[in-house]
């Protein structure tokens, strides 16, 4: 199951390799400002249309954000087997 905290911490990773403040990457993305900060959180999840906004806005491809959200799923998920 895909955890919203992974996506929100790749999302949030990302945007800070960039430089760039929330601010800046929610109007490139049109979102809202707070709504980025919900998905970043992992509070909520970015529909396809947001999450293809968000890569843009990052200057990302989508595949490679997808990429960096599978390896962090995974380093979590191994977290999860070694804490049990």
């Given amino acids: 199951m895909l955890n919203s905290k992974d996506v929100g911490c790749v999302i949030r990773r990302f945007r800070k390799e960039k430089g760039l403040s929330q601010e800046v990457v929610a ?50 998920l191994e977290q999860e087997e070694n804490d049990a």
């Fill in 27 to 76: 109007n490139l993305a049109d979102i809202g400002r707070t709504h980025l900060s919900a998905i970043e959180r992992g509070e909520r999840r970015p529909t396809l249309e947001t999450f293809f906004r968000l890569s843009e806005a990052l200057g990302a491809s989508p595949s490679v954000i997808i990429a960096a959200i599978e390896e962090e799923r995974k380093k979590s």
